[in-house]
Antibody, heavy 119, light 108 residues
Framework: QVQLRESGPGLVKPSGTLSLTCGVS?????????WNWVRQPPGKGLEWIGE???????NYNPSLKTRVTMSVDKSKNYFSLRLSSVTAADTAVYYC????????????WGQGTLVTVSS | EIVLTQSPGTLSLSPGERATLSCRAT???????LAWYQQKPGQAPRLLIY???IRATGIPDRFSGSGSGTDFTLTISRLEPEDFAVYYC?????????FGQGTKVEIK
């Protein structure tokens, strides 16, 4: 069974760049899956950020597209999220999650990591 | 973008009662690519239903999904204490993937 684990700084300064990684165990990053990022501001609902395939193909939420970059590291079996020019509105629990290509419901989720944007 | 609207926002019920949650889409969710997730405080969402009506592995049969096109329903036949949580619908047929705003099922 695939297990996902987010890691990265819990505090980012305004106008800085949020960087997170999601380690994949129990499966290969090169499998036929979309690798997703989803976030949840405190007390609010879920927002899809985007997804990446191991080839590097990406789909981003248009609302964040100008600030988001996702990448894959096949040698280390993880994928990453970078979100630039952050503000307090980007404070959220960030989840990584995965679903199979062709029917990408999100079967597996990481436990989530809280990122706070504050000076 | 497909916008999903869930109703009601909050459902106050007692254990043993039946819960009916609605999810309405602004465009047809073709191939029934509609999922439901359960989220408890401090936890990640858990997949309950996909393909509108297929229970995910290990999900009890008191959870059922139905619907097609733009109208979908999650039913919990008899609420157990562990079912009080927030439920989200999610469409994965088109990009951007989107979620409903959630329905909280709380103990009456």
């Amino acid at each position: 069974q695939v297990q996902l684990r987010e890691s990265g700084p819990g505090l980012v300064k305004p106008s800085g760049t949020l960087s997170l990684t999601c380690g994949v165990s129990g499966g290969s990053i090169s499998s036929n899956n979309w690798w997703n990022w989803v976030r949840q501001p405190p007390g609010k609902g879920l927002e899809w950020i985007g997804e990446i395939y191991h080839s590097g193909t990406t789909n981003y939420n248009p609302s964040l597209k100008t600030r988001v970059t996702m990448s894959v590291d096949k040698s280390k079996n993880y994928f990453s999220l970078r979100l630039s020019s952050v503000t307090a509105a980007d404070t959220a629990v960030y989840y990584c999650a995965t679903g199979i290509v062709g029917a990408p419901r999100l079967n597996y989720w990481g436990q989530g990591t809280l990122v706070t944007v504050s000076s | 973008e497909i916008v999903l609207t869930q109703s009601p926002g909050t459902l106050s019920l007692s254990p043993g009662e039946r819960a009916t949650l609605s999810c309405r889409a602004t465009q047809s969710v073709t191939s029934n690519y509609l999922a439901w997730y359960q989220q408890k405080p401090g936890q990640a969402p858990r997949l309950l239903i996909y393909g509108a009506s297929i229970r995910a592995t290990g999900i009890p049969d008191r959870f059922s999904g139905s619907g097609s096109g733009t109208d979908f329903t999650l039913t919990i036949s008899r609420l157990e204490p562990e079912d009080f949580a927030v439920y989200y619908c999610h469409q994965y047929i088109s990009s951007p993937r989107t979620f409903g705003q959630g329905t909280k099922v709380e103990i009456k």
